[in-house]
Each structure stands twice: as structure tokens, then as C-alpha cells.
């Protein structure tokens, strides 16, 4: 679905510093006291008639947002310098840099990151994050719709690809300091997909199929657990 992070809050006002700001202490806040961030929910659409739930991603920090007064910007960077020092240090007190509403089930670096900072992970929830593991901040997310079981970067790290519980495998292209773009999907043999030609039957249990030679549908049955790129990344096993 459609992103919603703080960068891309209607009206402009995720482009400004004090926004981010704002988030930022609500964020560093909650994971200084070790609980879940309270939700943020903003006005939005016509006339802002209703809310929608943003999420805690900063692509840039609050002292590189929109200020009405270049002033601002050294306040807001001692704030930004504080908050991020005390996160740093929660990381080290904590043991963890992220979390996710349910199980973690994978974890893999990200190549492009010389320095060996930033670590992608899936889970339970369905839910991938990039986070930077000295502060816990995480770069951005995505929804794979389904619980996570395997991820793997390309050897460039130019690409993700992501292993769900119900077969489906997603791949992304990631550049740097940039969201996910999605490339491909590949399907899953599913009686709820209109494209497979397998037979599809309930044992008393659960829903089994019958692979056919034929179907056009080229994806899995079942859970991925692992995925991996070739060498040259042209090809993802």
C-alpha cells in the first residue's frame, strides 16, 4: 500500500523541521523508556475530515526540513545531536535496535553500507525495516502483506528479496538513502489466485494442491524460507 511516513505528511508539513522534530522526540522518547511509540495520527484529505496513522520513517533528519527562520536549524540540530546520542546509548543498554509487533524471523545486512550499519528485518507482522543499528532509526518499511521468512540483499545491494509464509516471493530495487521500489512479484499457487490451474482440494484439514506441468504460475506452494541472489545478481534461487 501507500507509504505514510512523517516525510510525507499532507500539506508540506512533513517537510518541515520542527514536524520531524516533533516526531523524532516522540520516538527517541519511547525508546528511551522501552515501550511501543505512541501512534501519530494526522488530519488528512479534503478539508483534513479524517485521520490517517503515520509512521516513524525519516529519510532526512529534522535539522535538513523547511524552517521559516535559519536560526532554527543549530536549536534543531542540538535536539536532533541529543536525541540521537541517548538512542545510541538505549541500543548498547538495550541489546535490540528495533522492534516489530510479533516475531523477528530474518535479518540481513545491507551491502551498500560500508560501515555495516544498516540492517534490514521481517517478521510475524509482515512488516520489513531498514534500521540503523548504533541509533534504532529506521530508514524505511514496507509491507510484504504476509509474515516474513527469509530476506536476501543482491551482492551490490541494489535489489531486496523477500520469502513469505504463504509463498509469495517480492523483490525490490533499494537505492541509497532511498525507499524500496518494487520490481517483481512472484505469485503463489493459491486457489484465490485466478491464474493457477492446479488442483486445489480440503483434506479435512487444510487446503492442498495438486501441482500441474502446465499452470503458468512459476511461484511456490507453500512458506519460502530462504531466498538468495547469484553472484552477479541476475538470478534469485
Known sequence: GESRTVDLVPGGYGE?????????????????????????????????SFLERFDYVLNKLPSDGVLFSEEDREYIRGHETAFLHQMQESVKRNGYISKHSDEVKCVAFDPKDQNGDL??????DG?????????????WSVDLKE??????????????????????VQIWTV?????PVEK??????????????????????????????????????????????????????
Request: glycine share 12%; proline share 3%; charged share 20%.
Open 16 to 48: 518541515r523541521g520542527w514536524t520531524r522534530l516533533e516526531a523524532m522526540s516522540m520516538y527517541a522518547v519511547s525508546a528511551l523508556k522501552r515501550v511501543e511509540a505512541p501512534d501519530i495520527w494526522v488530519a488528512a484529505g479534503e478539508g483534513a
Open 119 to 124: 540492517v534490514a528485518s521481517g517478521g510475524r
Open 127 to 139: 512488516v520489513i525495516k531498514l534500521v540503523n543499528r548504533q541509533t534504532g532509526t529506521a530508514l
Open 147 to 168: 509474515e516474513v521468512k527469509s530476506l536476501a540483499f543482491s551482492r551490490d545491494g541494489s535489489m531486496l528479496a523477500a520469502g513469505g509464509v504463504g509463498g509469495v
Open 175 to 179: 537505492g541509497a538513502g532511498s525507499r
Open 184 to 237: 517483481c512479484t512472484l505469485t503463489r499457487h493459491s486457489r484465490n489466485n485466478p491464474e493457477c490451474t492446479c488442483r486445489h482440494y480440503n483434506n479435512g484439514f487444510e487446503w492442498r494442491v495438486d501441482l500441474n506441468a502446465t499452470c503458468p504460475v512459476r511461484g511456490h506452494s507453500s512458506g519460502v524460507l530462504s531466498v538468495a541472489f547469484s553472484p552477479d545478481s541476475k538470478t534469485l534461487a
